[in-house]
């Protein structure tokens, strides 16, 4: 008896809270005021685009704000016409795809938010669509950096030999730093010894400063030797063109030209370790050496101009700069195949801009050599020095 008269408490309590709960929410409604939706989209005046962009800028203005004039950038847009064309969408009518590729180009070459200036007049939010065009750009980069065929390789070298008297270079290879947001987590990787955390971007450049292939994803704390090794070019060096030459009674292979802190091999020569021992003909090819290797930072020097988003740390997350960095060169040889020119006014803005995040110096590489990089390099010194003026260094 005790049990049941509970249970029936019990069940006239709950059945008294379920009533009071009803009675509650059948008057809410009434008491919530409904307000209608003033409009589904608002309309935004196109008029910047279509009347001031497309029809009276001219190509200096084309050039300052595209980094390109108009003739070239109808040839980009038919490019990534399967890239970044628009789909249809129900909501409201979609960015052209003039518009969109205009977007990136304009945020890597001022490295502003989006927002900031009305070069597509507000109609759209600049920085999520800028991010979400620049991860489909980023899809044709294999089209526009590729390494060249056997073909491409002697033509570059016979360049080379016209323009710096050494044979059989097919390239130069450096590298450089490019800033990034780092994460908190993790921050120490990215600092590179000047102190300021970045990218290393490694790049193969050809002598009329085009990437034939890049390497943007170690951090800035790696050695230049440990980018080299983790880089394609290094895993795939059994499929570079060679196409050997006989000089001084040796075969020579194609080769690239790269700085003290790369090791030296058959493929890669670097000038010799600064010394007073050094001979005449070394000093000499030495000289050589570095001159030829200047196209590689004259062509960092023209990237960095074009698109100055990759002098500042911009607001890209730091796992999509690598993305940034590799859209960046790509555009690059798009505009050096254009003939596209470098204002010299870029040039002196970049130049003001990397002197506030200086370039870290050179970390020689100091173990064993190779010995075909030895024999090769030798050859190349006696072959110089017989054939060529000897050369000293101005410092």
């Given amino acids: ?36 939706r003033s409009c589904w989209m608002r309309v935004r005046s196109t008029d910047w685009w279509e009347r001031v962009v497309m029809k009276e800028f001219s190509d200096t203005e084309w050039k300052d704000n595209f980094r390109m004039t108009r003739r070239s950038f109808e040839n980009l847009c038919g490019l990534m016409e399967g890239v970044l064309s628009p789909q249809e969408v129900t909501v409201c009518a979609p960015i052209p795809l003039q518009m969109r590729t205009a977007i990136v180009l304009y945020k890597l070459a001022s490295c502003v938010p989006c927002r900031c200036k009305p070069v597509w007049n507000a109609q759209i939010n600049g920085e999520k669509v800028c991010l979400l065009l620049l991860q489909r750009v980023s899809s044709v980069i294999h089209k526009l950096i590729k390494e ?15 323009k710096f008297s050494m044979p059989q270079i097919m390239g130069a290879l450096d590298g450089t730093h490019i800033p990034v947001l780092p994460p ?18 490694q790049a193969w450049v050809d002598d009329v400063y085009r990437f034939w292939n890049i390497n943007c ?12 090794r983790q880089s394609t070019l290094f895993s795939q060096t059994h499929l570079l063109p060679k196409e050997p030459q006989d000089i001084n009674c040796t075969s020579v292979r194609l080769f690239l030209l790269g700085h003290p802190a790369y090791p030296l091999m058959d493929w890669l020569i670097k000038g010799y370790t600064c010394s ?4 005449t003909e070394q000093e ?8 030829a290797r200047t196209t590689v930072e004259i062509a960092f020097g023209r990237l960095k101009s074009r698109w100055r988003v990759l002098l500042k740390r911009s607001d ?27 204002n010299p006014a870029w040039s ?6 990397e002197r506030d995040l200086p370039q870290p110096g050179l970390r020689s590489y100091n173990k064993t050599e190779c010995s075909g990089g030895q024999e090769t390099r030798r050859t190349l010194t006696e072959y110089m020095g017989a054939n060529f003026p000897l050369r000293r260094a101005l410092f």
């Fill in 1 to 36: 008896m005790v049990i049941s008269r509970g249970r029936q408490e019990r069940c006239m309590l709950l059945e008294g809270y379920n009533n009071s709960m009803s009675s509650i929410l059948h008057f809410v409604p009434s008491l919530l005021t409904r307000t209608s």
């Fill in 217 to 228: 994803n170690m951090p800035g704390c790696a050695h230049d030797v440990n980018v080299l």
């Fill in 148 to 162: 060249p065929t056997m073909e491409e390789a002697c033509a570059t070298a016979r360049r080379f030999q016209q």
């Fill in 284 to 291: 000499s090819f030495n000289v050589y050496q570095s001159s």
């Fill in 316 to 342: 890209f997350h730091f796992t999509f700069t690598p993305h940034v960095i590799a859209t960046c060169c790509a555009l690059h040889n798009f505009c050096e195949g254009e003939k596209e020119t470098v």
């Fill in 184 to 201: 908190s987590d993790g921050y120490k990787d990215y600092v590179n010894r000047k102190g300021w955390p970045s990218f290393v971007l």
């Fill in 276 to 279: 007073p021992r050094l001979t």
């Fill in 348 to 353: 002196e803005k970049a130049a003001g801009l």
